[in-house]
């Protein structure tokens, strides 16, 4: 298990991105959350299997409107206790 904190840059408000990035969590059985930030990009952090995580972000830039021209990424401490994967507001 990891968690990750992620920033994506690019055409990622306004397009459905936090929604997508819900459903996509709940069908793999990862918890966190995303939020749009003040400067256009979207900050989430997720918790999960490796691959699981990557199989997210996969489907993330498959998204109908979604485009990710840049993904920052850290790993930070897990989160016990989580249970499920929520929007935050801004």
Do not use: C
Request: aromatic share 8%; charged share 30%.
């Amino acid at each position: 298990m990891i968690r990750l904190q992620l920033r994506f840059t690019g055409r990622v408000q306004g397009v459905g991105f936090r929604w997508t990035a819900r459903n996509i969590a709940d069908s793999l059985g990862l918890t966190g959350w995303v939020m749009n930030d003040y400067d256009g990009t979207v900050l989430m952090e997720v918790q999960g299997r490796k691959e699981t995580i990557q199989k997210m972000i996969e489907g993330l830039e498959h998204g109908t409107f979604i485009e990710i021209e840049r993904i920052e990424r850290e790993q930070i401490p897990l989160v016990e206790y989580e249970r499920s994967f929520k929007i935050k507001d801004e």
